[in-house]
């Protein structure tokens, strides 16, 4: 299922003599032009670029033929970004532009999604040595100069898996960590001695001295690593990459599989894959904004910080909080209700927020989230029974039992948290109890 985005574009995207015209929307002016000049690493950037658009065209689990070809690219303060999904939603890629990446000036600000088609990979794939390459992106369009011949770029819908991918992806990384950083030698090497493409086992990378070693089962310090050959795409950027950095949560001994982060860093360009925790799990139906989109008061917070983002290449939790006279809590929960509509993302490197360009729907959160619906309906019915820290929670034909753990985490006598262990976020009964509970939690 598509997501209703309306964007305007004056033409189509084309890769003319003159260089590549990616068409974008949005900015303070109708179809701005918000950043023109060269890329510095032009071959490094070619190799990105053709990342991102190779995991939006790939399927790993379950393949079938090429997916969605439509990355997202968005202009603000100082940095370009190109962001993609598979076409499971397994596999987040992104190639953040650096200051140092560009030989130009951001102007302005907009998102859009452009149709990265056959003929414009040939034409970056052949992009090498000093050759330039120079951006210009608006009005409405994102122009890439190359020596080479143009095609025409046509814009596609967003998919409505990639809003919920971005809504749960940008929760899910705000709680990784650095865990690893090698030199780009030794992560050759490692990813020379990946599993073949085909292995879906969940596999964990341990720091080893300058390299990582693969073990079977986790402990303190490891990054999960889930199918492995989904990380094929950084092989084309690696010849360019000085460092490889892992990022994921804090794991111990027994952990289930986790998500995690794979970033090359050449300097003048990161380009990273945010990995499932297994290669079946889409990012769309993980669960993890859940908690934050229970508040009472999360809609009209999401309206007020939204009015207050202001395209620095971070978003600053303290100075909105301080901005929008609320606590730190409720505008991360209000950044989570603004990531339903893909308005916020998260940077690890950078270990802040950043914005992008695209309609707000307050009504978005709740149709794309099946649990917060059901969870509101058990409220408004009355259905939940607080006994001290648990509950009971009443439907039509069973009584379930809530609950709360001293570390703030919930459990249920349901089917569907006997089946995932709060792995994919709260249950609707859990998050019910919650939301009689007064302040927004953080559930497991």
């Known amino acids: 299922m598509n997501a209703v985005q309306t964007y305007r574009y004056l033409q189509p995207s084309a890769l003319r003599a003159a260089g590549l015209d990616l068409q974008t929307c949005g900015g303070p002016a109708a179809n701005p032009r918000f950043f023109a000049g060269f890329l510095t690493a032009p071959a490094a950037a070619a190799a990105g670029l053709l990342a991102v658009a190779e995991v939006a065209r790939t399927r790993y689990h379950q393949p079938v ?9 968005t202009g603000s303060r100082g940095r370009l970004r190109f962001e993609s999904f598979s076409g499971c939603c397994g596999v987040y890629a992104r190639m953040d532009v650096l200051p140092a990446g560009l030989d130009g000036e951001i102007s302005g600000h907009g998102t859009t999604n452009v149709d990265v088609n056959p003929p414009l990979r040939e034409a970056l794939a052949r992009v090498g040595g000093i050759e330039p390459l120079h951006v210009a992106v608006g009005p409405d369009d994102l122009t890439v100069s190359t020596m080479d011949g143009s095609v025409v770029e046509r814009k596609v819908p967003l998919p409505g898996r990639w809003l919920r991918g971005f809504a749960e992806v940008h929760v899910l990384t705000a709680g990784f960590e650095p865990r690893a950083e090698i030199p780009a030698a030794e992560a050759a090497a490692f990813l020379r001695r990946l599993p073949a493409a085909t292995d879906r086992s969940v596999l964990w990378a341990v720091p080893a001295g300058r390299t990582l070693r693969l073990t079977s089962r986790p402990a303190p310090g490891a990054v999960c690593l889930a199918g492995a050959g989904r990380l094929a795409a950084l092989r084309g950027v690696l010849r360019h990459a000085r460092t490889l950095r892992v990022y994921g949560p804090a794991v111990r001994a027994g952990s289930p599989a986790v998500p995690s982060t794979w970033e090359l860093d050449t300097g003048a360009l990161r380009v990273s894959l945010t990995l499932s ?27 007020l910080v939204g009015a207050l983002l202001n395209w620095d290449p971070t978003i600053d939790v303290a100075a909105l909080a301080d901005a929008a006279a ?109 939301m009689v509970a007064a302040p927004v939690e953080v559930l497991s």
């Open 277 to 303: 925790p297994e290669p079946y799990r889409g990012f769309s139906g993980e669960g993890a904004a859940l908690a934050a989109l229970a508040g009472d008061d999360v809609v009209d917070d999401a309206e």
């Open 326 to 434: 609320l606590p730190d809590g409720r505008v991360r929960a209000a950044l989570a209700q603004l990531g339903t509509a893909g308005r916020v993302g998260y940077d690890v490197a950078d270990g802040a927020y950043f914005h992008r360009v695209m309609p707000y729907d307050a009504g978005r959160a709740e149709r794309d989230n099946p649990r917060l619906l059901g969870a509101r309906a058990l409220v408004e019915r009355g259905a939940v029974e607080r006994d001290g820290e648990d509950a009971t929670v009443r439907t039509d034909a069973e009584v379930y039992r809530v609950r709360r753990h001293p570390d703030g985490a919930y459990s249920c006598t349901c089917r569907w948290w006997a089946r995932h262990r709060g792995q994919r976020g709260p249950c609707r009964h859990a998050l019910a109890v919650s």
């Open 65 to 73: 033929n090429p997916a969605s070809l439509d990355p997202v690219v």
